[in-house]
């Protein structure tokens, strides 16, 4: 167990409102990470941390915002959630060796926009 | 560009037969890190084995196996005895060199079912 909570764990919303999902982490681990994962293509990066306020883009940002205020927890948000954000969306941090460790994943959080 | 292929989209085995995954990578990288993770039915990522690049000495655990081969590219999972509780997704990933671990690219995941 590696310590990853997100919440919600399910949310069902309408097209055009925002949603914010949450991750938290209890062993202050400095790389976090959020994936989707959809059929036929596996998980895919949304977006990542280095650090306190250090984020990024990963391969598919677009649509999508994150913000990370304290070294626990990892916000993702869909400013205007669309239909193609339907999706489980996993949180991950690095374990082990630093950003070349093993990712360890929160239970997801799957996510339909109607 | 890094790239994992797992060919076998779904497998059906009966219990107790052995039954290998196959994992093929492609990297430009000299140093990178090969990895499994299983999704059973109840949807979560368990991580089950990290290999790094420069140790190519296969492992076992338990019913679980591992066959590394930098010469072809692989690195393919073998499980003996297979269970129903080996029904589930198994990702085979690849995480090349990067400094902030972004570069970790998973397979489309090989779907098991071990029936009774």
């Known amino acids: 167990d590696a310590g990853i909570t997100q919440s919600p764990r399910h949310k069902v919303t309408e097209t055009g409102t925002p949603v914010t999902l949450r991750c938290h982490q209890t062993?202050?681990?400095?790389?976090m990470y959020w994936y989707r994962q959809d059929p036929g293509h596996g998980l895919r990066l949304i977006h990542y941390?280095?650090?306190?306020?250090?984020?990024d883009k990963g391969e598919v940002s677009d649509g999508y915002s994150v913000s990370r205020s304290k070294t626990e927890d990892f916000l993702l948000t869909l400013e205007s959630a669309t239909s193609s954000q339907t999706s489980v969306y996993f949180c991950?941090?690095?374990?082990?060796?630093?950003?070349?460790?093993?990712?360890?994943f929160g239970e997801g959080s799957r996510l339909t926009v109607l | 560009a890094q790239k994992v292929t797992q060919a076998q989209t779904e497998i059906s085995v009966v219990e107790k037969e052995d039954v290998t995954l196959d994992c093929v990578y492609e990297?430009?990288?000299?140093?990178?890190?090969l990895f499994w993770y299983k999704q059973p039915p109840s949807g979560e990522l368990v991580f089950l084995i990290r290999?790094?690049?420069?140790?190519?000495q296969n492992e076992i655990s338990g019913r679980y196996s591992w066959n590394f081969q930098k010469s072809t590219s692989s690195f393919n999972f073998t499980i003996t005895a297979s269970q129903v509780v080996d029904s589930a997704v198994y990702f085979c990933?690849?995480?090349?060199?990067?400094?902030?671990?972004?570069?970790?690219?998973f397979g489309p995941g090989t779907r098991l079912s071990v029936l009774p």
């Open positions: 290999r790094n690049s420069f140790d190519e």
């Open positions: 941390s280095y650090g306190v306020k250090d984020t």
């Open positions: 062993e202050n681990h400095r790389y």
């Open positions: 990297t430009r990288d000299t140093t990178y890190y």
């Open positions: 990933a690849l995480k090349g060199r990067d400094n902030y671990g972004q570069n970790f690219v």
């Open positions: 991950a941090i690095s374990v082990g060796q630093g950003a070349s460790g093993e990712l360890f």
